[in-house]
């Protein structure tokens, strides 16, 4: 799963500083003043600052303080990323998966998601790997950038999911569910987690919790003030009307037989990763 850095309201606190202006206009952002946020990261987004074009990106995205405006967005992240600022080039990359304010285009998303990762995005680690999972190419890879987000950030749903669906695609069922069951107690408002759980579980034989999850996640898609962020989001980019009809679908006849699984992990995927077994989801 995909993760949007806007979401993340602390992130001001991992930055270093860049003048007396940012780190007021970030403290005015954590402290929820988005309107004194705006008054002091505008003139420095006018001179061309990247992190003032980027904060008033997350700032429009995210409609705080203001109504939210994807293409209004777009254009200051756009302007932070060909700056080269990082965590500006991973959203950019998303903006362009799920055509938030620009034209969907997965090529521009991969190229921006990649220019993150070179610069050690953590973020676009995980939404470079999963856009290759999701299209079953360079697997291998995938599961280092994944493995490193998670241990990086064990916190985070959409590694977790990334880390599961990994797991699922490669034939590992039930190493897969207490990942994606952990994602899905962390993101309950996500229909595609709780799709992934749901086909890990009819995989392991568990047809009852399996059509749980189906059903959860097809009532997240029909209603969306239940949304997350992110499941929003991703219902934009894949339309909602489509991936309803694909979850009804699924209710009703279950999961056709599983693809041949595409092989073993590299090494060191998974060891040590801080995942606990079991699973208690409360969608029933």
Same mark, same amino acid.
């Given at each position: 799963?995909?993760?949007?850095?806007?979401?993340?309201?602390?992130?001001?606190?991992?930055?270093?500083?860049?003048?007396?202006?940012?780190?007021?206009?970030?403290?005015?952002?954590?402290?929820?003043?988005?309107?004194?946020?705006?008054?002091?990261?505008?003139?420095?987004?006018?001179?061309?600052?990247?992190?003032?074009?980027?904060?008033?990106?997350?700032?429009?995205?995210?409609?705080?303080?203001?109504?939210?405006?994807?293409?209004?967005?777009?254009?200051?992240?756009?302007?932070?990323?060909?700056?080269?600022?990082?965590?500006?080039?991973?959203?950019?990359?998303?903006?362009?998966?799920?055509?938030?304010?620009?034209?969907?285009?997965?090529?521009?998303?991969?190229?921006?998601?990649?220019?993150?990762?070179?610069?050690?995005?953590?973020?676009?680690?995980?939404?470079?790997?999963?856009?290759?999972?999701?299209?079953?190419?360079?697997?291998?890879?995938?599961? @280092?950038?994944?493995?490193?987000? $998670?241990?990086? *950030?064990?916190?985070? !749903? /959409?590694?977790? &999911?990334? %880390?599961?669906?990994? #797991?699922?695609?490669?034939?590992?069922?039930?190493?897969?569910?207490?990942?994606?069951?952990?994602?899905?107690?962390?993101?309950?408002?996500?229909?595609?987690?709780?799709?992934?759980?749901?086909?890990?579980?009819?995989?392991?034989?568990?047809?009852?919790?399996?059509?749980?999850?189906?059903?959860?996640?097809?009532?997240?898609?029909?209603?969306?003030?239940?949304?997350?962020?992110?499941? @929003?989001?991703?219902?934009?980019? $894949?339309?909602? *009307?489509?991936?309803? !009809? /694909?979850?009804? &679908?699924? %209710?009703?006849?279950? #999961?056709?037989?599983?693809?041949?699984?595409?092989?073993?992990?590299?090494?060191?995927?998974?060891?040590?990763?801080?995942?606990?077994?079991?699973?208690?989801?409360?969608?029933?």
């Amino acid at each position: 799963m995909k993760r949007l850095l806007a979401l993340i309201l602390l992130i001001a606190s991992l930055r270093p500083a860049f003048g007396d202006a940012l780190e007021d206009g970030w403290a005015a952002y954590n402290a929820g003043d988005y309107a004194r946020a705006l008054v002091l990261f505008e003139p420095l987004a006018r001179s061309g600052d990247p992190e003032a074009n980027y904060a008033l990106g997350l700032i429009h995205a995210n409609g705080l303080g203001v109504p939210r405006d994807d293409a209004i967005a777009s254009g200051y992240v756009s302007n932070a990323a060909e700056a080269g600022y990082p965590p500006a080039q991973d959203l950019l990359g998303y903006m362009y998966d799920f055509g938030l304010g620009l034209p969907q285009n997965p090529d521009l998303a991969e190229r921006w998601y990649q220019r993150a990762v070179d610069a050690g995005e953590i973020n676009a680690m995980n939404n470079l790997a999963y856009s290759w999972l999701s299209q079953g190419r360079r697997l291998g890879e995938a599961a @280092a950038l994944i493995a490193t987000a $998670v241990r990086s *950030a064990p916190e985070v !749903a /959409a590694y977790l &999911d990334s %880390l599961g669906w990994l #797991l699922y695609q490669m034939g590992h069922y039930y190493e897969a569910v207490p990942p994606l069951c952990e994602a899905a107690k962390r993101d309950p408002g996500h229909p595609e987690v709780a799709a992934h759980l749901g086909d890990a579980y009819w995989r392991i034989g568990n047809a009852r919790e399996a059509e749980l999850q189906w059903r959860h996640a097809l009532v997240l898609a029909e209603d969306p003030t239940l949304l997350s962020s992110n499941g @929003a989001d991703f219902l934009h980019g $894949v339309g909602a *009307a489509g991936w309803r !009809a /694909a979850m009804a &679908d699924r %209710l009703a006849r279950g #999961l056709a037989d599983p693809p041949v699984p595409a092989g073993a992990l590299p090494d060191g995927t998974t060891g040590d990763l801080p995942i606990q077994p079991g699973c208690e989801v409360p969608v029933s």
